[in-house]
């Protein structure tokens, strides 16, 4: 009976055990999948500022293009956009050039 008693408070800790490293596991798993899905928001939020200030420099420089031709209302109309994006696009759009296609004229 000793060996009967002891042998099923054996069985008893390794469900236990089992049962505390599965949940253990699933805890790892909830804050693995929160950890992804703030890295990919943090992410999304800087590529998303990347590409707004890429496209206002874009639409500065077309602006810049469009006065140099002497089409003074297209120019005010790429420079207006520009700056609904980026207000401040004229000072950050001479540190960034522009891309291949607001260059074209």
């Given at each position: 009976?000793?060996?009967?008693?002891?042998f099923?408070?054996?069985?008893?800790?390794?469900?236990?055990?089992e049962?505390?490293?599965?949940?253990?596991?699933?805890?790892?798993r909830?804050?693995w999948?929160?950890e992804?899905?703030?890295?990919a928001?943090?992410?999304?939020?800087?590529?998303?500022?990347?590409s707004k200030?890429s496209e206002?420099?874009?639409?500065?420089?077309m602006?810049a293009?469009?006065?140099?031709?002497g089409?003074?209302?297209?120019?005010?109309?790429?420079?207006?956009?520009?700056?609904?994006?980026?207000?401040?696009?004229?000072?950050?759009?001479?540190?960034?050039?522009?891309?291949?296609?607001?260059?074209?004229?």
């Open positions: 009976a000793l060996l009967r008693t002891t099923v408070l054996m069985a008893e800790d390794r469900e236990r055990e049962s505390s490293r599965e949940r253990e596991l699933a805890l790892f909830e804050r999948v929160e992804l899905e703030q890295r928001s943090a992410r999304d939020g800087v590529i998303g500022e990347r200030d206002a420099a874009d639409l500065y420089w602006g293009a469009a006065e140099r031709n089409d003074m209302g297209g120019a005010v109309m790429y420079y207006r956009q520009a700056m609904q994006l980026v207000p401040d696009i004229e000072f950050r759009a001479s540190s960034m050039r522009p891309s291949h296609s607001a260059s074209e004229d």
